[in-house]
């Protein structure tokens, strides 16, 4: 499986993450499921800080480089590059062959001057608080609203 996303920003990613539940091993509410995080690129260090500490965050791999994702440029995610990591984390559970139900969350995504997106909102490095933001009003977008968003997006 593979899902592919398109930059509709007029600003370059740099990180993002994409979280998997796994709801053949529980309904994620009720029962808790288990999950695998993809992590895409590397957050910037203006805003690589843990948010309850302050301290800053060290790169899960460091030689990873930024994920440098242009704006209007698409990438796709192939779900194979990390069946490994994913085979070992529903071992306990179930082959990953017999999956039927994934459930698919994107974000939070990091441009390059370290503005954050969370679905829902955007927000700015707070420089006076590390690991803290400044949200952007709801309304705010970094580029034109309207472009590239799909077919019947109500904006």
Known sequence: MSISLINR???????????LEFLDTGNCRALSCTA????????PAVAAYFGKTGQPLK??????????WAPGQTIVVRFSDYMAEIGETLAAYMPVTALTKVA???????????????PGSYSLPDPEHHGKFKYLPDNYFPGRRGHNSPPGYNQ
């Open 9 to 19: 920003t007029n600003k370059t990613i740099v990180f993002g993450a994409i979280h």
């Open 36 to 43: 695998y995080e993809i992590h895409l690129g590397q957050i």
């Open 59 to 68: 790169p899960e791999h460091p030689e990873r480089p930024p994920l440098n």
């Open 104 to 118: 698919i969350h994107i974000g939070p995504f990091f441009f390059e001057d370290g503005m954050r997106w969370n």
